[in-house]
């Protein structure tokens, strides 16, 4: 079954600084791939899409990447602030499951002022 | 005001109480989800709806049902809640599955005694 892979542990830097959070997947590559910020005890909100033929996006401070060899997908956010803190979670649309939204399990971001 | 509406949005119960929670969408989206977010394990897809009449299981669908009589409406009902049902529920929409993103609701938090 697929299998997608967040960094499981926090994420703490500074502001002004470069986040850089990492999704990666096993066995078949997604059609699309997703990418979106939960607050604690709130709905997750979309950020930005990315399809597979697409090599990267962005967004004002967002910039998200796509490279089908390595199986992995980087979610960056250049000069962080702290109210970027948040967890954020990327979703992937496999052609093999219907079309269904697979989520990975988040990585918690805090930036500190 | 676009939004995704879910009630109630806390509840406690007993173990076998049949409730349900409701799920409403202003948007005319046809594709409409339920997810259960637990501590460890992320968003995992219950059932979801891809148009009226129309629903499938999703990864975790024992227990649960749904029903989508009208386009803007996807009920989650619990026939006879069990302890490890004990989650926070999230209905979420969008225009069709794939490369389309997902609108969220507020979230249903779920304790079942």
């Known amino acids: 079954s697929q299998k997608i892979e967040q960094n499981s542990e926090a994420l703490n830097i500074q502001e002004g600084k470069t986040a850089t959070l990492t999704c990666n997947y096993t066995?078949?590559?997604?059609?699309?791939l997703q990418w979106y910020r939960q607050d604690p005890g709130r709905g997750p909100v979309f950020l930005l899409l990315i399809r597979e033929n697409e090599k990267e996006k962005r967004k004002e401070r967002l910039k998200v990447t796509f490279d089908t060899t390595l199986k992995q997908s980087l979610f960056h956010i250049t000069a962080s602030q702290p109210a970027d803190s948040a967890t954020y979670l990327c979703?992937?649309?496999?052609?093999?499951?219907?079309?269904?939204?697979?989520f990975g399990q988040g990585t918690e971001l805090s930036v500190k002022p | 005001e676009a939004q995704v509406t879910q009630n109630p949005r806390y509840l406690i119960t007993v173990t076998g109480k049949k409730l349900t929670v409701t799920c409403s969408q202003n948007?005319?989206?046809?594709?409409m989800s339920w997810y259960r977010q637990d501590p460890g394990l992320g968003l995992r897809q219950i059932y979801y709806?891809?148009?009226?009449?129309?629903?499938d299981k999703g990864d975790v669908p024992e227990g649960y049902k749904v029903s989508r009589k009208e386009k803007r409406n996807f009920p989650l009902i619990l026939e006879s809640p069990s302890p490890n049902q004990t989650s926070l529920y999230f209905c979420?929409?969008?225009f069709g599955q794939g490369a389309h993103e997902q609108y969220f609701g507020p979230g249903t938090r779920l304790t079942v005694t």
């Open positions: 948007m005319n989206h046809e594709y």
């Open positions: 979420a929409s969008s």
């Open positions: 066995n078949y590559s997604p059609a699309y």
């Open positions: 979703a992937l649309d496999f052609y093999n499951q219907g079309g269904k939204l697979i």
């Open positions: 709806s891809m148009n009226v009449e129309v629903t």
